[in-house]
């Protein structure tokens, strides 16, 4: 098979966009009609606008041509087939079971897996019914009042996104916290307004052998101890502050979390895919089961249009494919993901595991080093606060950064009028990347205030906008837990495609195990006061300078 950069759909690709270089969207858009009508595509709830990128009819035939050279429709197959499409760990990838509302069977190893996925669902049903009634309460009897998530990485972003995202839906009765960080700020920060008497810690972690959360589970497991010290038996305190979410049912009967209270999941669910199975505990305790598993049904929808729709009409597929149009063939190195939300302020932190952890691989599958670009850059912050902080790069920088403008046209917050000014905003910056202001335009702008001649013509170049800046803008009705789920199983799938493209597996990170490796001796030289041998001459000068600094500190 010839490499991916060799094969014709590339080539065309290559050549497509030398022929495009130098023209502008709006000539596009003049040239085309119904190019606005055209370049937009609707699926669970969600309007993409892709309009506004610097892409024809003809380039999105040749990214079809590419996806259809590169096997994805038979790879979206396979992953749904429950195929053991993450090759270096030999699993199937099958988070869509999780919510699969179809009523069909899915098979891993000629097993259906779906009795289990729903006993589980069934589980947590139960207990959020429970603490959320105050039937199951702390050790005094007090109902809980404060949820801490003890998680990282995919066991944390995934539920404090969700969680985040759907406040306006959640219990003011029950608030949820999240500790993920190593770093004894977060854990104590937290635990520093609760009452260990009504708080509920939940440990979150596919393996249970993470460090940072398993430090932190103790440390909170001694919070509690410390309080109900005394006469009180720690086991039963423990049993009933904690509950647990792993696939190592062995390690967290070990830590003490009685069996009633542990949620399985399965290998063939990778962290940064996991907020659909009991990782997403938080997320049904804060909103209520039945919200949760509107969650679930919001995916399911998406992941059915996944499946089923034509690749020009698919929107992960869309999403996936302009992407790499940015990426390999006009140069862009970085996403930017701009929610108009201050709800889903955490999005673009849980899009960068998503995404950077799937896809930023540099070896194919078969093994080989690519060498086309895979994975970029993905970065962003909720409008309209980027606008007064990076937008300038966006707008006059030397690069054309795509970005995905994120939006509700309702809010869920009693301040109607205030949304209509976040989304005048998010529009129109929209408009102003595509349009941009000519120097002209800037120079009669600047006479029109007032300025003289020569001082117009000074500052008209500092005002000049480029435009044909590219964007896609997702729209959608509101910012409820249906909508959540498919815009989350938009992302998810994306990455898919795009990792289906390049060649990757999207389901492994292996990128992760170096520095885990090398903190553990790092660790002991600390203890130890002293730089073992073995390390380059900067880290050993960077261990013994911290070592001298503790020394200092009584
Ligand atoms: O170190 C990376 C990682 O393995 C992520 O992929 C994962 O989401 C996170 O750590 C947490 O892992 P666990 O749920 O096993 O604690």
């Given at each position: 098979?010839?490499r991916?950069?060799?094969?014709?759909?590339?080539?065309?690709?290559?050549?497509?966009?030398?022929?495009?270089?130098g023209?502008?969207?709006?000539?596009?858009?003049?040239?085309?009609?119904?190019?606005?009508?055209?370049?937009?595509?609707?699926?669970?709830?969600?309007?993409?606008?892709?309009s506004?990128?610097?892409?024809?009819?003809?380039?999105?035939?040749?990214?079809?041509?590419?996806?259809?050279?590169?096997?994805?429709?038979?790879?979206?197959?396979?992953?749904?087939?429950?195929?053991?499409?993450?090759?270096?760990?030999q699993?199937?990838?099958?988070?869509?079971?999780?919510?699969?509302?179809?009523?069909?069977?899915?098979?891993?190893?000629?097993?259906d897996?779906?009795?289990?996925?729903?006993?589980?669902?069934?589980?947590?049903?139960?207990?959020?019914?429970?603490?959320?009634?105050?039937?199951?309460?702390?050790?005094?009897?007090?109902?809980?009042?404060?949820?801490?998530?003890?998680?990282?990485?995919?066991?944390?972003?995934?539920p404090?996104?969700?969680?985040?995202?759907?406040?306006?839906?959640?219990?003011?009765?029950?608030?949820?916290?999240?500790?993920?960080?190593?770093?004894?700020?977060?854990?104590?920060?937290?635990?520093?307004?609760?009452?260990?008497?009504?708080?509920?810690?939940?440990?979150?972690?596919?393996?249970?052998?993470?460090?940072?959360?398993?430090?932190?589970?103790?440390?909170?497991?001694?919070?509690?101890?410390?309080?109900?010290?005394?006469?009180?038996?720690?086991?039963?305190?423990?049993?009933?502050?904690?509950?647990?979410?792993?696939?190592?049912?062995?390690?967290?009967?070990?830590?003490?979390?009685?069996?009633?209270?542990?949620?399985?999941?399965?290998?063939?669910?990778?962290?940064?895919?996991?907020?659909?199975?009991?990782?997403?505990?938080?997320?049904?305790?804060?909103?209520?089961?039945?919200?949760?598993?509107?969650?679930?049904?919001?995916?399911?929808?998406?992941?059915?249009?996944?499946?089923?729709?034509?690749?020009?009409?698919?929107?992960?597929?869309?999403?996936?494919?302009?992407?790499?149009w940015?990426?390999?063939?006009?140069?862009?190195?970085?996403?930017?993901?701009?929610?108009?939300?201050?709800?889903?302020?955490?999005?673009?932190?849980?899009?960068?595991?998503?995404?950077?952890?799937?896809?930023?691989?540099?070896?194919?599958?078969?093994?080989?080093?690519?060498?086309?670009?895979?994975?970029?850059?993905?970065?962003?912050?909720?409008?309209?606060?980027?606008?007064?902080?990076?937008?300038?790069?966006?707008?006059?920088?030397?690069?054309?950064?795509?970005?995905?403008?994120?939006?509700?046209?309702?809010?869920?917050?009693p301040?109607?009028?205030?949304?209509?000014?976040?989304?005048?905003?998010?529009?129109?910056?929209?408009?102003?990347?595509?349009?941009?202001?000519?120097?002209?335009?800037?120079?009669?702008?600047?006479?029109?205030?007032?300025?003289?001649?020569?001082?117009?013509?000074?500052?008209?170049?500092?005002?000049?906008?480029?435009?044909?800046?590219?964007?896609?803008?997702?729209?959608?009705?509101?910012?409820?837990?249906?909508?959540?789920?498919?815009?989350?199983a938009?992302?998810?799938?994306?990455?898919?495609?795009?990792?289906?493209?390049?060649?990757?597996?999207?389901?492994?990170?292996?990128?992760?195990?170096?520095?885990?490796?090398?903190?553990t001796?790092?660790?002991?030289?600390?203890?130890?006061?002293?730089?073992?041998?073995?390390?380059?001459?900067?880290?050993?000068?960077?261990?013994?300078?911290?070592?001298?600094?503790?020394?200092?500190d009584?």
């Open positions: 098979m010839p991916l950069t060799e094969r014709p759909a590339w080539q065309a690709l290559t050549a497509h966009a030398r022929q495009l270089r023209q502008h969207m709006l000539q596009f858009f003049a040239e085309d009609p119904a190019r606005a009508r055209d370049f937009a595509a609707e699926a669970a709830g969600l309007y993409l606008d892709f506004k990128n610097p892409l024809t009819r003809e380039t999105l035939r040749l990214l079809t041509t590419l996806a259809e050279d590169t096997h994805v429709p038979a790879q979206i197959g396979a992953m749904f087939a429950g195929s053991r499409t993450n090759i270096t760990e699993r199937a990838v099958l988070h869509v079971a999780l919510r699969n509302r179809s009523g069909r069977p899915v098979m891993v190893d000629g097993r897996v779906m009795p289990e996925v729903v006993a589980v669902l069934e589980q947590m049903r139960a207990f959020c019914d429970g603490v959320r009634s105050g039937a199951h309460s702390g050790f005094t009897g007090r109902a809980y009042t404060d949820v801490v998530n003890i998680g990282i990485g995919g066991s944390d972003l995934g404090l996104m969700a969680c985040r995202a759907l406040a306006p839906f959640a219990s003011q009765k029950l608030r949820s916290h999240f500790v993920s960080n190593v770093d004894g700020a977060h854990l104590a920060g937290t635990l520093a307004g609760l009452d260990p008497e009504s708080t509920l810690f939940i440990i979150s972690s596919k393996t249970f052998t993470t460090q940072e959360t398993l430090t932190n589970a103790r440390s909170a497991r001694e919070w509690l101890l410390t309080h109900f010290q005394g006469g009180s038996p720690p086991e039963a305190v423990v049993a009933r502050h904690f509950a647990a979410v792993s696939t190592n049912l062995g390690a967290t009967t070990q830590f003490g979390v009685p069996p009633d209270r542990v949620f399985g999941f399965w290998d063939w669910v990778g962290g940064r895919y996991s907020l659909w199975s009991a990782i997403g505990l938080p997320i049904a305790l804060g909103v209520g089961f039945e919200r949760f598993e509107e969650l679930l049904a919001g995916a399911h929808e998406m992941d059915e249009h996944f499946r089923t729709a034509p690749l020009p009409r698919n929107l992960p597929a869309l999403l996936g494919l302009i992407g790499i940015h990426g390999n063939f006009l140069g862009a190195t970085t996403h930017a993901v701009l929610p108009y939300a201050q709800d889903l302020a955490w999005f673009p932190a849980y899009l960068q595991q998503l995404d950077m952890e799937s896809n930023g691989k540099r070896v194919d599958r078969a093994g080989g080093v690519v060498d086309y670009a895979t994975g970029p850059v993905i970065w962003g912050a909720p409008g309209t606060n980027g606008q007064h902080a990076f937008f300038q790069h966006l707008h006059q920088g030397t690069q054309a950064t795509p970005c995905d403008f994120i939006v509700a046209a309702n809010s869920e917050w301040l109607p009028g205030q949304h209509e000014i976040l989304l005048a905003n998010c529009i129109a910056q929209t408009e102003a990347l595509l349009r941009g202001k000519s120097t002209e335009a800037a120079l009669a702008e600047a006479k029109a205030q007032g300025l003289n001649a020569d001082t117009a013509a000074r500052l008209a170049v500092h005002r000049t906008f480029p435009g044909n800046r590219p964007s896609n803008t997702i729209v959608f009705d509101h910012l409820d837990p249906r909508t959540l789920g498919a815009l989350i938009l992302y998810e799938h994306k990455v898919f495609v795009q990792g289906a493209v390049w060649n990757v597996n999207s389901f492994d990170q292996w990128g992760v195990e170096l520095g885990k490796q090398l903190a001796g790092v660790l002991q030289d600390l203890r130890q006061g002293r730089a073992s041998d073995g390390h380059d001459p900067s880290t050993a000068a960077l261990i013994d300078r911290i070592v001298k600094a503790r020394r200092k009584p």
